[in-house]
T-cell receptor
Framework: AQKITQTQPGMFVQEKEAVTLDCTYD???????LFWYKQPSSGEMIFLIY??????QNATEGRYSLNFQKARKSANLVISASQLGDSAMYFC????????????????FGKGTHLIIQP | DTEVTQTPKHLVMGMTNKKSLKCEQHMGHRAMYWYKQKAKKPPELMFVYSYEKLSINESVPSRFSPECPNSSLLNLHLHALQPEDSALYLC??????????????FGEGSRLTVL
């Protein structure tokens, strides 16, 4: 079973609009972290925002916020006032502190959402 | 500037060559990773080196071999690769689980082409 599911392969958004990128996850580990990364065409993975499983409040970092709904196992990324430079692949990822299922430490990524901001 | 440095940025090699990808971090992190990323796909974990212990993704073929000379360096040795191994190879580092937020810091990647 997929641990991270991103259901939007691609999105087109008008500049200055807000955009929500969906992410759901699956884990039996009570302690985990959820991350969003941006990957421009250059290939570098840029860390955007983090949410811990025990955090009570939704994380925010500048124009990025994470809508964390633990009961629904969702961790959607919201980008406010989108800019042309936001065009990129966006990956949701999870790190399980107890490595549930016998896996190794590290991030497990969703398939990504290709976001294109139109002027 | 990224704090994880990968060299070379681009590599073209034949199937009989032996080459290495290098990765260095100076953030004092105790865990380092190699990921493989094919075009339009998410990164897939290949190796983890954490507290001097190596963990291997069992699906990774033996023509890839990691080497960790010290806690700030993680090399990936390549031998007898196949064209399907052409991909972007990403190195990352982080604090081990339980220390800090736990985000991975990635290098800019090494784009490998196998002819």
């Amino acid at each position: 079973a997929q641990k991270i599911t991103q259901t939007q392969p691609g999105m087109f958004v008008q500049e200055k609009e807000a955009v929500t990128l969906d992410c759901t996850y699956d884990t039996s580990d009570p302690s985990y972290g959820l991350f969003w990364y941006k990957q421009p065409s250059s290939g570098e993975m840029i860390f955007l925002i983090y949410q811990g499983s025990y955090d009570q409040q939704n994380a925010t970092e500048g124009r990025y916020s994470l809508n964390f709904q633990k009961a629904r196992k969702s961790a959607n990324l919201v980008i406010s006032a989108s800019q042309l430079g936001d065009s990129a692949m966006y990956f949701c990822a999870m790190r399980e502190w107890g490595y549930s299922g016998g896996g190794a430490d590290g991030l497990t990524f969703g398939k990504g959402t290709h976001l294109i901001i139109q002027p | 500037d990224t704090e994880v440095t990968q060299t070379p940025k681009h590599l073209v090699m034949g199937m009989t060559n032996k080459k290495s990808l290098k990765c260095e971090q100076h953030m004092g992190h105790r865990a380092m990773y190699w990921y493989k990323q094919k075009a339009k796909k998410p990164p897939e974990l290949m190796f983890v080196y954490s507290y001097e212990k190596l963990s291997i993704n069992e699906s990774v073929p033996s023509r890839f071999s990691p080497e960790c000379p010290n806690s700030s360096l993680l090399n990936l040795h390549l031998h007898a690769l196949q064209p399907e191994d052409s991909a972007l190879y990403l190195c990352a580092s982080s604090q081990p689980p339980g220390q800090g937020a736990g985000e991975l810091f990635f290098g800019e990647g090494s784009r490998l082409t196998v002819l």
